[in-house]
């Protein structure tokens, strides 16, 4: 383990088991539809590309990319969009995949816009959900993991663009962001 990390939170065993129960429940409860899932950039990439694998029925997929944090590691409550999808979701079954909510500033941006734009439902899947730093009204309505409030990385998540590629989630060192 590299010494920038304190500890292993979320193993890749345990990501993959998760992974597999949330696909399972996706599929039964969007049997007969074929929902379009969203991948926020670049956080959830490597969420979306395992849970839509692990998946059997049919599915679409659209990306966007939004900014709310800049290069700290609390959330500035501003959002940005930086890329918006390629497609009309008018009629569609929308579901977002996020890889964490925190304040809960970015997904409550996103589902509005989104809401405005005629789907059939939108839905929130997160890997990881910090209920206790939430300081807007939402909630998702599938969660992989509810973490205590530690800043944390890999699998997609990272510290000022470092440690996406990492295959476990991990607790970052307070030191490496307190500098
Ligand atoms: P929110 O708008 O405060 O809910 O923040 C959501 C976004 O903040 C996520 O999509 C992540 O990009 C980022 N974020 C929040 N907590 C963490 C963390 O512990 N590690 C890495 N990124 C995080
Ligand atoms: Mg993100």
Redesign the pocket.
């Known amino acids: 383990m590299k010494k920038d990390f304190d500890r292993v939170l979320i193993s890749k065993e345990q990501i993959a088991a998760r992974v597999k129960e949330l696909a399972a429940t996706l599929d039964r409860d969007y049997a007969g539809k074929k929902p379009l899932f969203i991948c ?1 950039l670049k ?1 959830s990439v490597m969420f979306f590309a395992d849970l839509l694998r692990e998946m059997t029925i049919d599915c679409e997929m659209d990306f966007m990319s939004i900014s ?2 800049g290069g700290a590691s609390k ?1 500035s409550g501003e959002v940005q969009l930086i890329k918006d999808l390629d497609h009309s979701i008018s009629g569609k079954d929308v579901v977002i995949v ?10 409550s941006y996103l589902k509005r816009l989104l809401l405005s734009r005629d789907p059939a439902s939108v839905k929130i899947i997160t890997l990881l959900d ?1 209920p206790e730093r939430r300081t807007v009204n939402l909630s998702s309505d599938y969660v992989g993991f509810v973490i205590e409030d530690e ?3 890999g699998y997609g ?3 000022d663009q470092a440690y996406r590629t990492e295959k476990e989630i991990y607790v970052l060192s307070r030191s490496v962001y307190e500098k």
Do not use: A, W
């Open positions: 926020i956080g709310s944090y959330s996020e890889d964490i909510i925190d304040s809960g500033n970015t997904l910090k800043f944390v990385v998540l990272d510290y």
